[in-house]
């Protein structure tokens, strides 16, 4: 009995090991089986179960779900910025660049961050440091990894400032100057102002103006194309993905239920959820009056349903979708789905 | 921002006004007869009259408040003492700068002890270091100074000998009223200092920083203490301006010859001028302290710094459309 088992687990090891070779060859950032769990008041909080990801050089993936699938806390993991003692990495590998990121030591991540992968945060109105000057702030990470004086960190900050469009002589102002979309335009100079080859870009325009979007993501992407930089790019909102990513995983209840290229996913939707929100999109053509919603609220992570996570509000869910779990399918070359119900 | 602190002392003028005018009536309640202190025990009614009269007190109140308020605000002159007829300005000048001795010791000691304690609580949270740092600040809060002074005394001065008693004189002397009058300003101050750290440390600005690559002290101490620091300077506004209550206390416990001893033994003897003449001189020691708060506020958070200047530019345009 355990010897068999063990050969299932092997199997299944295998199975995703050549997978993840037929994928990735030249894959430069790596997710395998990430877990990651939050404690709160002795409840645990599975955020993220067993995702694994990868993502090429210089291309763009899109990582989709509802608030609180799970997103941010993967970008947080890559990053190593979880809160410290409040959340637990119980397993999964992050492999960037070669270098295995869980396994590194605070002082060589102290490194990484900043240069190497850097991040562009939600909330640009409270990601500053308010006592702060905008030029300081810049100034800083540039003088955490570059060996530069004061003054010279100083016009490099003034150059950053310049790039996403804001006048330099700015750059002794304090963030309760600045407006919200000029706010996440300095995030996103202090992201980028050591070059990095990984930005992970955590709902980026999500507090911005409809007007103000386009523009910061029109920014984003030429300076990822001038500094050739790959991204992941953290949303809700298909539309953006649509404009901006090559590939694209939809993540659901910190489980990625569907991963593919974008023509994949936009061209056929195959998971139920995926489907569901295409559905939940407003379309000019079909007359419909109203929104077609997905039924139900995501689950409470402290208490995931068994089997399918996504049953319990799925249209085509049988019996046999509460029981076991389910693996992801490949359904075409690279095109992978997390549902029973979809032949491969 | 010069010409908020012209204004700010401006609107000291009708504060210090009306802390006169109360204590000065307050005085005038206040039972008892001046006169009659001043007196020997054995003086007959028409001495005390005539001392009465020698020191105004036949005189109605309106017209002795006047004269109070000319002396105090055009001649800034406190009057003499009614039991030793000594000047009361020249008494608080010697008196002061010892009882701002031991408010400054105190400070210098909440800024070295309480802010630090105040800061590993705040860093490892819910851990035994917290947990220590927070006992002992509860404990400390709640002993009252004066008992602590008579403890101090007992085991340093009287059993081990290594500290004076009580006194002035050598920095020795200073020692045990210092940790008698800072204890409480220490633990308040790591109280505060935790909460505000562990404020500002749940930011996410916080998070920023920390994707940046900044190491945990840079964190610490280049963003979070400085946007913790509005609670920690009102706090130690408080360790000076409750310094002069607590040297009421201390100085009594250990007989220095500050404000303090002076206020209480004015009070025990009626000596009505130099209480009203103390009380006056605090309240303008407190205006001061709290004007240099508010620019320390200014200092650290360029928000607030924002609302001084921007006020003032505010209104000089107005008035240049005014004039024209």
Redesign the interface.
Known sequence: MEELKRSEQLNVKDNVNTKVKLKDQDAFLKINHLVVEYTSEGEVIHAVNDVSLSLRRGKTLGLVGETGAGKTTIAKAVMRILPERSSRIPGGEIEFNGRDILSLSEKQMQKIRGEQVSMIFQDPMTALDPVKTMGQQIAEVVRLHNDVSKKEAAVRAEEMLELVGIPASRAGEYPHQFSGGMKQRVVIAIALACRPKLLLADEPTTALDVTIQAQVLRMINDLKRKLNTSMILITHDLGVVAQNCDDVSVIYAGEIVESGTKEDIFDHPSHPYTIGLFDALPKLDSGASRLKPIVGLPPNPTDLPTGCRFHPRCPLATEACGQGKVPMKELTSGHFCRCNKRKE | MIKYVIKRLLWMIPLILSVTVVIFTLMYFVPGDPARIVASTDADEEDVELIREKLGLDQPYIVRLKDYVEDVFFHFDFGTSITNGSSIQSSLMERFPRTLLLTVNSLVLTILIGIPLGIIAAVN??TWKDRIAMFFSLVAVSIPPFWLALMLVIVFALNLGWLPMMGIGSFKYYILPTIANSVIGIAMQARQTRSSMLESLN???I??????????KGIIF??AL??ASIPIITEMFFTLSGGIAGSLIIENVFSIPGIGVYLVNALNSRDYPVVQGTVIFIAIWVCLLNLITDLGYAF????IR?GFTGSSKKRSRNKKEVAV
């Not at chain 2, 998070?207 to 945990?216: D, H, I, Q």
């Not at chain 2, 650290?300 to 928000?303: G, N």
């Open positions: 949270p819910n930011s996410d600005y998070v920023t920083c920390r994707a940046k690559g900044l190491s945990r280049r963003h400085p946007n650290v958070d360029p928000r924002a």
